[in-house]
């Protein structure tokens, strides 16, 4: 889990991967004259795999030979864009449904904590307890990290 947020912030920050979508949007949008689809803002990330097997006309190299081959004459600064990008290999073997059911339980977890919370500072009547305080204090900070984890 931890591999996949610090993935996750190594994507957002790397200004080469960046540009290098920046690259591939302009092919699209370069493929795309003339149809309804020219000059669009962003494309579906499951296109990437496409890259591949998307052939020129003499079926002979990929837009992904193409992007390469641009990427090594004309902006061969993003060649190494892969360095900015250490854990995205190792949060790759993350399960998405493990990650799913792993943020269910955190929910149901702080869920009751807030019902138990709430029944406890109902039913106490001392002053000096600070039980209810410290543990709201903890639910606070949970549910803070929780919501920022379903952001990512």
Same mark, same amino acid.
């Given at each position: 889990m931890v591999a996949a947020t610090v993935a996750c912030q190594e994507i957002r920050s790397s200004q080469k991967f960046c540009r290098i979508l920046e690259l591939i949007l302009l =092919?699209?949008?370069?493929l795309n004259t003339g149809s309804r689809n020219e000059q669009s803002v962003g494309f579906d990330i499951s296109y990437l795999p496409k890259l591949g097997s998307t052939k020129d006309r003499n079926n002979k190299g990929s837009l992904m030979t193409f992007l390469v081959?641009?990427?090594?004459?004309? $902006? *061969?600064? %993003?060649?190494? =864009? $892969?360095?900015? %990008?250490? $854990?995205?290999?190792?949060?790759?073997?993350?399960?998405?449904?493990?990650v799913q059911k792993v943020l269910?339980?955190?929910?149901?977890?702080?869920?009751? %904590?807030e019902n138990d919370l709430k029944d406890t500072?109902?039913?106490?009547?001392? *002053?000096?307890?600070?039980?209810?305080?410290?543990?709201?204090? =903890?639910?606070?900070?949970?549910?803070?990290?929780?919501?920022? %984890?379903?952001?990512?």
């Open positions: =092919f699209g949008n370069i081959e641009i990427i090594e004459t004309s $902006h *061969p600064e %993003l060649i190494n =864009f $892969h360095a900015d %990008l250490l $854990h995205v290999d190792e949060a790759s073997t993350v399960s998405v449904v493990n269910r339980q955190i929910e149901n977890s702080l869920k009751m %904590l500072s109902e039913q106490n009547t001392d *002053p000096n307890d600070k039980f209810t305080d410290s543990l709201g204090a =903890f639910c606070t900070t949970a549910r803070t990290e929780y919501n920022q %984890l379903l952001a990512m």
